[in-house]
Protein backbone atom coordinates (compact mmCIF):
# COMPACT_ATOMS: atom_id res chain seq x y z
CA UNK A 1 0.00 0.00 0.00
CA UNK A 2 1.30 3.77 -1.10
CA UNK A 3 1.56 6.26 1.73
CA UNK A 4 -0.02 9.11 0.51
CA UNK A 5 2.56 11.69 0.47
CA UNK A 6 4.83 9.54 -1.94
CA UNK A 7 1.57 8.21 -3.99
CA UNK A 8 0.92 11.64 -5.20
CA UNK A 9 4.31 11.79 -7.01
CA UNK A 10 4.23 8.68 -8.97
CA UNK A 11 3.86 9.87 -12.45
CA UNK A 12 0.11 9.96 -13.60
CA UNK A 13 -1.14 9.58 -16.68
CA UNK A 14 -2.35 13.54 -18.12
CA UNK A 15 -5.48 14.69 -16.60
CA UNK A 16 -8.15 16.40 -18.38
CA UNK A 17 -8.36 19.27 -16.15
CA UNK A 18 -5.40 21.08 -14.48
CA UNK A 19 -6.31 21.62 -10.61
CA UNK A 20 -4.42 23.66 -8.16
CA UNK A 21 -3.30 20.94 -6.12
CA UNK A 22 -1.58 19.24 -9.46
CA UNK A 23 0.42 22.50 -10.48
CA UNK A 24 1.85 22.67 -6.95
CA UNK A 25 3.34 19.00 -7.38
CA UNK A 26 4.14 19.66 -10.72
CA UNK A 27 6.29 22.16 -9.67
CA UNK A 28 7.73 21.07 -7.25
CA UNK A 29 9.03 17.69 -9.36
CA UNK A 30 10.48 19.91 -11.45
CA UNK A 31 11.70 22.34 -8.64
CA UNK A 32 14.89 20.42 -7.82
CA UNK A 33 16.29 19.78 -11.14
CA UNK A 34 15.26 23.46 -11.87
CA UNK A 35 14.63 25.30 -8.93
CA UNK A 36 17.36 27.43 -9.67
CA UNK A 37 15.56 28.94 -12.83
CA UNK A 38 12.44 28.03 -15.12
CA UNK A 39 14.71 25.65 -17.41
CA UNK A 40 12.35 25.05 -20.46
CA UNK A 41 14.50 23.20 -23.21
CA UNK A 42 14.06 25.77 -25.57
CA UNK A 43 16.43 25.31 -27.61
CA UNK A 44 17.41 21.58 -29.16
CA UNK A 45 20.81 21.67 -27.90
CA UNK A 46 22.81 23.49 -24.99
CA UNK A 47 26.31 25.00 -24.28
CA UNK A 48 28.42 24.09 -21.32
CA UNK A 49 27.66 27.92 -19.93
CA UNK A 50 23.81 26.55 -19.89
CA UNK A 51 24.51 23.87 -17.54
CA UNK A 52 27.24 25.42 -15.90
CA UNK A 53 30.23 22.81 -15.78
CA UNK A 54 32.61 23.03 -13.45
CA UNK A 55 36.40 24.03 -14.06
CA UNK A 56 38.52 21.23 -15.07
CA UNK A 57 41.21 20.52 -12.66
CA UNK A 58 44.56 20.97 -13.52
CA UNK A 59 45.74 17.64 -13.62
CA UNK A 60 45.27 15.09 -16.55
CA UNK A 61 44.92 11.80 -14.71
CA UNK A 62 40.77 13.10 -14.40
CA UNK A 63 40.85 13.36 -17.75
CA UNK A 64 38.28 10.83 -20.01
CA UNK A 65 40.14 9.09 -22.88
CA UNK A 66 38.97 9.26 -25.74
CA UNK A 67 38.31 5.52 -26.18
CA UNK A 68 36.72 5.12 -23.42
CA UNK A 69 33.75 3.51 -25.47
CA UNK A 70 36.28 0.32 -25.42
CA UNK A 71 35.99 -0.17 -21.89
CA UNK A 72 33.26 -2.08 -19.70
CA UNK A 73 32.21 -0.44 -16.68
CA UNK A 74 34.12 -0.94 -13.56
CA UNK A 75 37.13 -2.11 -15.86
CA UNK A 76 40.37 -0.08 -14.60
CA UNK A 77 41.83 2.50 -17.16
CA UNK A 78 44.63 3.87 -14.99
CA UNK A 79 46.30 4.17 -11.40
CA UNK A 80 48.55 6.23 -9.58
CA UNK A 81 50.32 5.74 -5.89
CA UNK A 82 49.79 8.67 -3.24
CA UNK A 83 51.45 9.62 -0.57
CA UNK A 84 49.09 8.45 2.57
CA UNK A 85 46.59 11.38 3.32
CA UNK A 86 47.47 13.46 6.46
CA UNK A 87 44.91 11.80 8.71
CA UNK A 88 45.53 8.20 7.63
CA UNK A 89 48.11 5.76 8.61
CA UNK A 90 49.53 2.22 8.17
CA UNK A 91 48.02 2.18 4.85
CA UNK A 92 49.41 1.62 1.54
CA UNK A 93 47.08 4.80 -1.11
CA UNK A 94 45.99 4.30 -4.91
CA UNK A 95 43.59 6.35 -6.82
CA UNK A 96 42.38 4.26 -9.57
CA UNK A 97 40.47 5.66 -12.55
CA UNK A 98 37.78 3.52 -14.15
CA UNK A 99 34.89 3.43 -16.70
CA UNK A 100 31.32 3.80 -15.68
CA UNK A 101 28.36 5.32 -17.05
CA UNK A 102 26.55 9.01 -16.91
CA UNK A 103 23.06 9.52 -15.97
CA UNK A 104 21.91 8.88 -19.62
CA UNK A 105 24.04 5.74 -19.84
CA UNK A 106 26.95 7.42 -21.78
CA UNK A 107 30.50 5.82 -21.05
CA UNK A 108 32.36 8.64 -18.56
CA UNK A 109 35.50 7.67 -16.40
CA UNK A 110 35.53 8.17 -12.71
CA UNK A 111 37.88 8.23 -10.11
CA UNK A 112 38.12 6.44 -6.58
CA UNK A 113 40.34 6.66 -3.88
CA UNK A 114 41.76 3.33 -2.00
CA UNK A 115 43.44 2.83 1.49
CA UNK A 116 44.99 -0.97 1.68
CA UNK A 117 45.61 -1.60 5.24
CA UNK A 118 49.53 -2.53 5.27
CA UNK A 119 48.66 -5.62 7.40
CA UNK A 120 45.58 -6.97 5.75
CA UNK A 121 44.16 -10.75 5.23
CA UNK A 122 44.26 -11.69 0.59
CA UNK A 123 40.57 -10.70 0.38
CA UNK A 124 39.65 -9.51 3.38
CA UNK A 125 36.62 -7.13 3.75
CA UNK A 126 36.29 -4.36 1.34
CA UNK A 127 34.33 -1.39 2.50
CA UNK A 128 33.26 1.38 -0.21
CA UNK A 129 32.37 4.18 2.10
CA UNK A 130 30.95 7.37 -0.05
CA UNK A 131 31.76 10.69 1.50
CA UNK A 132 29.23 13.70 1.85
CA UNK A 133 30.05 15.56 -1.10
CA UNK A 134 27.74 19.12 -1.50
CA UNK A 135 29.55 20.42 -3.97
CA UNK A 136 29.67 21.76 -7.77
CA UNK A 137 33.80 22.22 -7.75
CA UNK A 138 35.75 19.27 -8.27
CA UNK A 139 38.13 20.06 -6.23
CA UNK A 140 35.98 19.19 -2.96
CA UNK A 141 35.68 15.61 -4.29
CA UNK A 142 37.20 13.19 -1.92
CA UNK A 143 40.20 12.52 -4.09
CA UNK A 144 41.12 16.25 -3.74
CA UNK A 145 39.75 16.83 -0.20
CA UNK A 146 41.68 14.02 1.10
CA UNK A 147 44.81 15.77 1.32
CA UNK A 148 43.37 19.53 1.60
CA UNK A 149 44.34 22.12 4.04
CA UNK A 150 41.08 23.86 4.10
CA UNK A 151 39.31 22.80 7.36
CA UNK A 152 36.01 23.03 6.07
CA UNK A 153 37.10 20.21 3.08
CA UNK A 154 38.56 17.56 6.02
CA UNK A 155 36.81 14.21 5.78
CA UNK A 156 35.67 13.73 9.41
CA UNK A 157 34.98 10.35 9.45
CA UNK A 158 38.75 10.09 9.06
CA UNK A 159 38.88 8.30 12.75
CA UNK A 160 36.07 5.66 12.81
CA UNK A 161 37.83 4.80 8.95
CA UNK A 162 40.53 4.49 10.63
CA UNK A 163 39.90 1.57 13.01
CA UNK A 164 38.30 0.15 9.95
CA UNK A 165 41.62 -0.15 8.53
CA UNK A 166 43.39 -1.91 11.35
CA UNK A 167 40.92 -3.96 11.37
CA UNK A 168 42.11 -4.46 8.02
CA UNK A 169 39.00 -3.36 5.99
CA UNK A 170 40.10 -1.74 2.40
CA UNK A 171 38.37 1.22 2.11
CA UNK A 172 37.74 2.22 -1.39
CA UNK A 173 36.21 6.24 -1.20
CA UNK A 174 34.80 7.32 -4.65
CA UNK A 175 34.55 10.54 -6.17
CA UNK A 176 30.45 9.66 -6.91
CA UNK A 177 29.37 12.97 -8.18
CA UNK A 178 31.09 12.05 -11.33
CA UNK A 179 33.74 14.27 -13.80
CA UNK A 180 31.04 16.95 -13.98
CA UNK A 181 30.94 16.96 -9.88
CA UNK A 182 26.73 16.52 -10.78
CA UNK A 183 25.10 17.11 -7.20
CA UNK A 184 21.81 16.25 -7.32
CA UNK A 185 22.34 13.42 -9.73
CA UNK A 186 21.57 10.74 -7.32
CA UNK A 187 21.09 7.68 -9.22
CA UNK A 188 24.68 8.87 -11.18
CA UNK A 189 26.10 8.07 -8.00
CA UNK A 190 24.96 4.75 -7.11
CA UNK A 191 26.50 3.73 -10.34
CA UNK A 192 29.71 5.01 -9.84
CA UNK A 193 29.71 3.42 -6.27
CA UNK A 194 29.34 0.14 -8.17
CA UNK A 195 31.50 0.62 -10.31
CA UNK A 196 33.97 1.68 -8.33
CA UNK A 197 33.73 -1.50 -6.31
CA UNK A 198 34.37 -3.14 -9.41
CA UNK A 199 37.11 -1.94 -10.60
CA UNK A 200 39.28 -1.94 -7.20
CA UNK A 201 38.61 -6.08 -7.45
CA UNK A 202 39.89 -5.71 -10.49
CA UNK A 203 42.95 -4.46 -8.85
CA UNK A 204 45.54 -7.16 -7.95
CA UNK A 205 47.41 -5.20 -5.73
CA UNK A 206 44.63 -4.51 -3.47
CA UNK A 207 44.14 -8.05 -3.02
CA UNK A 208 40.11 -7.95 -2.89
CA UNK A 209 39.09 -9.85 -5.72
CA UNK A 210 37.16 -12.46 -3.71
CA UNK A 211 36.17 -10.34 -0.83
CA UNK A 212 32.62 -9.35 1.07
CA UNK A 213 32.02 -6.02 0.03
CA UNK A 214 30.30 -3.46 2.38
CA UNK A 215 28.97 0.17 1.32
CA UNK A 216 28.41 3.42 3.65
CA UNK A 217 27.39 6.35 3.70
CA UNK A 218 25.50 9.49 5.25
CA UNK A 219 23.27 12.14 3.72
CA UNK A 220 24.57 12.92 0.08
CA UNK A 221 27.27 9.83 0.37
CA UNK A 222 23.95 7.88 1.76
CA UNK A 223 22.00 9.06 -1.07
CA UNK A 224 24.80 7.36 -3.69
CA UNK A 225 24.93 4.19 -1.35
CA UNK A 226 21.15 3.37 -1.32
CA UNK A 227 21.18 3.68 -4.70
CA UNK A 228 23.98 1.39 -5.37
CA UNK A 229 21.99 -1.07 -2.95
CA UNK A 230 18.31 -0.56 -5.31
CA UNK A 231 20.64 -0.57 -8.74
CA UNK A 232 22.88 -4.03 -7.55
CA UNK A 233 20.51 -6.73 -8.84
CA UNK A 234 20.33 -5.49 -11.96
CA UNK A 235 23.44 -3.28 -12.57
CA UNK A 236 25.98 -5.32 -10.96
CA UNK A 237 24.54 -8.57 -10.05
CA UNK A 238 28.24 -10.12 -9.50
CA UNK A 239 28.91 -8.38 -7.12
CA UNK A 240 29.34 -9.91 -3.21
CA UNK A 241 27.82 -7.07 -1.33
CA UNK A 242 26.91 -8.62 2.04
CA UNK A 243 25.47 -4.88 3.67
CA UNK A 244 24.78 -1.62 3.20
CA UNK A 245 24.11 1.26 5.80
CA UNK A 246 23.48 4.56 5.31
CA UNK A 247 21.33 7.17 7.00
CA UNK A 248 19.99 10.66 6.65
CA UNK A 249 19.21 9.75 2.56
CA UNK A 250 17.33 12.34 0.73
CA UNK A 251 14.57 9.88 -0.77
CA UNK A 252 12.43 11.87 -2.52
CA UNK A 253 13.75 14.87 -4.48
CA UNK A 254 10.45 16.45 -5.38
CA UNK A 255 9.06 16.32 -1.52
CA UNK A 256 13.01 17.84 -0.75
CA UNK A 257 12.70 20.81 -3.07
CA UNK A 258 9.27 21.70 -1.68
CA UNK A 259 11.03 22.39 1.96
CA UNK A 260 14.21 24.12 0.76
CA UNK A 261 12.78 27.10 -0.84
CA UNK A 262 9.84 26.84 -3.23
CA UNK A 263 7.56 28.91 -1.86
CA UNK A 264 9.53 30.66 0.83
CA UNK A 265 13.05 31.77 1.66
CA UNK A 266 14.68 29.50 3.15
CA UNK A 267 18.61 29.04 4.69
CA UNK A 268 19.54 26.04 3.12
CA UNK A 269 18.14 26.70 -0.47
CA UNK A 270 21.92 26.98 -1.76
CA UNK A 271 21.38 23.13 -1.57
CA UNK A 272 18.32 23.14 -3.82
CA UNK A 273 20.16 25.77 -6.26
CA UNK A 274 23.30 23.60 -6.52
CA UNK A 275 21.37 20.23 -6.94
CA UNK A 276 19.84 22.19 -10.07
CA UNK A 277 23.27 23.02 -11.69
CA UNK A 278 24.23 19.14 -11.03
CA UNK A 279 21.26 18.03 -12.63
CA UNK A 280 21.52 20.15 -15.44
CA UNK A 281 25.08 19.20 -15.88
CA UNK A 282 23.55 15.58 -16.53
CA UNK A 283 20.61 15.94 -18.41
CA UNK A 284 21.72 19.62 -20.75
CA UNK A 285 19.21 18.91 -23.40
CA UNK A 286 15.74 18.79 -20.41
CA UNK A 287 17.56 21.66 -18.50
CA UNK A 288 19.66 24.79 -19.95
CA UNK A 289 19.34 26.54 -16.80
CA UNK A 290 21.24 29.44 -17.82
CA UNK A 291 18.86 30.65 -20.09
CA UNK A 292 15.84 30.96 -17.92
CA UNK A 293 18.07 32.91 -14.31
CA UNK A 294 17.07 36.18 -13.04
CA UNK A 295 19.85 38.61 -12.55
CA UNK A 296 20.12 37.57 -8.90
CA UNK A 297 19.88 33.88 -10.09
CA UNK A 298 22.84 34.57 -12.80
CA UNK A 299 24.75 36.33 -9.47
CA UNK A 300 24.48 32.73 -7.35
CA UNK A 301 25.49 30.95 -10.24
CA UNK A 302 28.83 32.50 -11.02
CA UNK A 303 29.55 32.25 -7.28
CA UNK A 304 28.32 28.31 -6.96
CA UNK A 305 29.64 27.58 -10.31
CA UNK A 306 33.05 25.84 -8.27
CA UNK A 307 31.82 25.91 -4.80
CA UNK A 308 32.09 23.40 -1.65
CA UNK A 309 29.34 23.22 1.03
CA UNK A 310 29.85 26.30 2.97
CA UNK A 311 29.99 28.94 0.02
CA UNK A 312 26.70 27.14 -1.34
CA UNK A 313 24.91 27.45 1.90
CA UNK A 314 26.29 31.04 2.52
CA UNK A 315 25.19 32.10 -1.49
CA UNK A 316 22.12 30.66 -1.44
CA UNK A 317 20.74 31.22 2.35
CA UNK A 318 17.22 33.08 2.71
CA UNK A 319 16.52 32.82 -1.11
CA UNK A 320 14.09 31.14 -2.58
CA UNK A 321 13.02 29.71 -6.17
CA UNK A 322 10.71 33.06 -6.84
CA UNK A 323 13.47 35.28 -6.35
CA UNK A 324 16.10 33.33 -8.85
CA UNK A 325 13.75 32.58 -11.96
CA UNK A 326 11.99 34.38 -14.68
CA UNK A 327 8.31 33.47 -15.89
CA UNK A 328 6.67 32.46 -12.42
CA UNK A 329 5.53 29.11 -11.28
CA UNK A 330 4.32 27.86 -14.86
CA UNK A 331 7.36 27.00 -16.53
CA UNK A 332 8.05 24.11 -13.91
CA UNK A 333 4.87 22.07 -15.98
CA UNK A 334 7.88 21.16 -17.76
CA UNK A 335 7.20 17.17 -18.09
CA UNK A 336 10.84 16.15 -18.92
CA UNK A 337 11.87 18.25 -16.07
CA UNK A 338 9.42 16.62 -13.51
CA UNK A 339 10.84 12.99 -15.35
CA UNK A 340 14.24 13.91 -14.46
CA UNK A 341 13.56 14.37 -10.94
CA UNK A 342 11.19 11.51 -10.93
CA UNK A 343 14.19 9.39 -12.22
CA UNK A 344 16.42 10.85 -9.41
CA UNK A 345 14.26 10.13 -6.63
CA UNK A 346 15.03 6.83 -4.68
CA UNK A 347 11.38 6.44 -3.17
CA UNK A 348 10.15 6.29 -6.92
CA UNK A 349 12.76 3.52 -8.32
CA UNK A 350 10.75 0.29 -8.73
CA UNK A 351 13.84 -1.80 -7.70
CA UNK A 352 14.17 -3.46 -4.30
CA UNK A 353 17.50 -3.94 -2.74
CA UNK A 354 18.82 -7.89 -2.13
CA UNK A 355 21.59 -6.63 0.16
CA UNK A 356 20.50 -6.65 3.70
CA UNK A 357 20.10 -2.49 4.71
CA UNK A 358 20.95 -0.58 8.22
CA UNK A 359 18.99 2.52 7.90
CA UNK A 360 19.07 5.35 10.24
CA UNK A 361 17.92 9.10 10.67
CA UNK A 362 16.57 11.34 13.29
CA UNK A 363 12.80 11.28 13.19
CA UNK A 364 12.64 15.40 13.30
CA UNK A 365 15.31 15.93 11.02
CA UNK A 366 13.71 19.51 8.79
CA UNK A 367 16.24 19.13 6.49
CA UNK A 368 15.12 15.56 3.96
CA UNK A 369 11.80 14.24 3.73
CA UNK A 370 11.20 11.93 6.58
CA UNK A 371 8.17 10.53 5.00
CA UNK A 372 9.46 9.50 1.93
CA UNK A 373 12.42 7.20 4.35
CA UNK A 374 8.97 5.91 5.54
CA UNK A 375 7.70 4.97 2.18
CA UNK A 376 10.44 3.40 0.79
CA UNK A 377 11.63 1.26 3.58
CA UNK A 378 8.12 0.14 4.02
CA UNK A 379 8.54 -0.99 0.53
CA UNK A 380 11.01 -2.60 0.95
CA UNK A 381 10.08 -4.68 3.98
CA UNK A 382 7.17 -5.56 2.32
CA UNK A 383 9.01 -6.97 -0.47
CA UNK A 384 11.09 -8.66 1.90
CA UNK A 385 14.16 -6.95 2.28
CA UNK A 386 16.08 -7.63 5.55
CA UNK A 387 16.74 -3.46 6.81
CA UNK A 388 17.50 -2.79 10.65
CA UNK A 389 16.53 0.50 10.95
CA UNK A 390 17.72 3.34 14.22
CA UNK A 391 15.68 6.45 14.74
CA UNK A 392 18.42 9.07 16.94
CA UNK A 393 17.22 10.63 19.63
CA UNK A 394 18.54 13.71 17.93
CA UNK A 395 16.75 16.72 16.77
CA UNK A 396 18.38 17.23 13.70
CA UNK A 397 20.65 16.39 10.49
CA UNK A 398 24.11 16.47 11.73
CA UNK A 399 23.72 14.92 14.92
CA UNK A 400 21.86 12.14 13.52
CA UNK A 401 25.18 11.02 11.46
CA UNK A 402 27.03 10.97 14.41
CA UNK A 403 25.00 8.44 16.65
CA UNK A 404 24.50 6.34 13.76
CA UNK A 405 28.41 5.94 12.88
CA UNK A 406 28.90 3.59 15.65
CA UNK A 407 25.94 1.13 15.25
CA UNK A 408 26.24 1.45 11.40
CA UNK A 409 29.78 0.26 11.87
CA UNK A 410 28.89 -2.86 13.97
CA UNK A 411 26.05 -3.81 11.63
CA UNK A 412 28.73 -3.82 8.67
CA UNK A 413 31.14 -6.22 11.21
CA UNK A 414 28.78 -8.31 11.65
CA UNK A 415 27.67 -8.88 7.97
CA UNK A 416 31.84 -9.35 6.93
CA UNK A 417 32.01 -12.09 9.91
CA UNK A 418 28.64 -13.29 8.31
CA UNK A 419 26.74 -13.19 11.36
CA UNK A 420 22.90 -13.58 10.37
CA UNK A 421 20.98 -10.10 9.00
CA UNK A 422 18.60 -8.65 11.69
CA UNK A 423 15.52 -7.28 10.61
CA UNK A 424 13.16 -4.46 12.26
CA UNK A 425 10.50 -5.03 9.29
Not at 75 to 83: A, F, Q, T
Not at 133 to 149: D, K, V
Not at 363 to 391: E, F, H, K, M, W
Amino acid sequence: MLLPDDRTHITPSPPRRTTAIRRRLVAAAAALSMIAGGMIAATPTASADDVAMPTPLPDSFYTIPKNIGKYAPGDVISVRGRPNPPAFFDVRTYQIKFRSSDSQGKPISAVTTLLVPTKKPVNGPLLSFQHIINATGLECAPSQALWTQDPNLTIREAPALNVALQRGWTIAIPDHLGPRSAYGAAKLGGQITLDGIRAVQRFAPAQVAKSRVGMAGYSGGGMATAWAAALAPKYAPELNIVGAAYGGVPMNLIKMAEGLGYNNPHPAFGLAFAAAIGVAREYPEQIPMMKYLSPLGRQMYQGMRNACTNDILRLGAGHDAQQVTIGGRAIFDNKDARRVVEENSLSLYPGIPRVPIFEWHSPTDVLIPVSSIDYTINRYCRAGARVQRLLTPSPDHLSAAVIGLLPAFQYLTDRFNGAPAPSSC
